[in-house]
């Protein structure tokens, strides 16, 4: 164990070398270094050059009620969407962390989780399950299933993504595919998901990848019900309630009910504008754990 963790550790040594190396399996060596974490054989230590940052999460945490918060800070990030990228390296880091061997990750897409795979250097062998249906994106953008089978390809495990979209034009068409075999199989395992990864929307254009998706008469119908928030594709009002006048005929995934039941949900978010949206979601038990930048963290305080 100490020899395969000071390979991959200390060295930089991939897993394919050192399961060459020493006649394992990738999988056997996957396995070694989480069982390495898992014992305390490897500790690994994020640097944190600003305790602000530390205190902040913990009023945050405090403040929402919920079980854990932590908020990054952008940085020196080059990125075109630094805080996106920061939120994304956090995630990242915090995956790496808690999965643990044998675990299923569900994942629902959002501009963060299209980030994750370029940040996530290792985490332990695991499933990784699609929660709601496919979008996908003109150009090099990275969509919903690309997402699945890149972080499954880091982790060493099954990628179980959804060959059909999350927005259905008909509700009919919605039916038919929920009660299609291959799709019916992955949200029965999406739903027995040990974690899950959200983003959490506002119901605007610019907030929301299923708003523009949508007729416009339903668009204008869910907004004057109320809506504050849109998690996996589902509309919430501001007390984390579901709101329905027809969107949730369309939508190809798991309901609200089946992602309360996931043990742990992360909801990664960054911009102050998303406050109202982050509120709404913890008010509606959907979020267990969430990570931030600093802008929306200060503006969940109301400072």
């Not at 695991?126 to 996908?136: E, I, K, P, R």
């Not at 029965?188 to 299923?210: L, P």
């Not at 609200?256 to 709404?280: E, F, K, N, T, Y």
Request: include cysteine; glycine fraction near 10%; charged fraction near 20%.
């Amino acid at each position: 164990m100490l020899d395969v963790a000071r390979a991959y550790y200390l060295h930089d040594r991939s897993k394919v070398d050192i399961a060459r190396q020493t006649g394992l399996s990738r999988w056997q060596v996957a396995r070694v270094l989480a069982d390495a974490r898992d014992s305390g054989l490897v500790t690994i230590h994020v640097a944190d050059d600003d305790p602000g940052a530390r205190d902040l999460a913990g009023q945050v945490r405090d403040a929402l009620g919920i079980s854990e918060v932590i908020v990054v800070d952008r940085g020196a990030s080059t990125a075109l969407t630094p805080s996106i990228d920061a939120v994304a390296s956090g995630l990242a880091e915090y995956l790496s962390e808690t999965v643990r061997a044998g675990e299923t990750l569900g994942i629902v897409w959002s501009r963060i989780v299209e980030a994750l795979p370029g940040k996530l250097r290792s985490m332990a062998p695991c499933d990784v399950v699609q929660l709601a249906g496919a979008l996908t994106f003109p150009g090099n953008r990275v969509g919903s299933v690309e997402v699945i089978r890149q972080v499954a390809r880091v982790a060493e495990g099954t990628a179980h993504p959804i060959y059909a979209p999350l927005v259905a034009p008909t509700g009919e068409t919605a039916a038919a595919l929920r009660r299609a075999p291959e799709i019916a199989k992955v949200l029965d395992r999406a739903v027995h998901a040990d974690r899950a990864v959200v983003g959490i929307g506002t119901w605007t254009r610019e907030g929301s990848s299923i708003l523009p998706l949508l007729p416009e008469e339903l668009v204008s119908a869910t907004a004057a019900a109320g809506a504050a928030a849109v998690i996996s594709g589902r509309v919430i009002d501001a007390d984390g309630q579901a709101i329905d006048v027809g969107v949730d005929e369309h939508i190809l995934g798991v309901s609200l009910d089946q992602l309360r039941g996931i043990p742990s949900v992360i909801g990664a978010c960054a911009g102050a504008h998303r406050a109202d949206a982050v509120r709404a979601a913890v008010r509606g038990g959907l979020v267990d754990v969430l990570i931030a930048d600093e802008p929306l963290a200060r503006a969940l305080l109301g400072s």
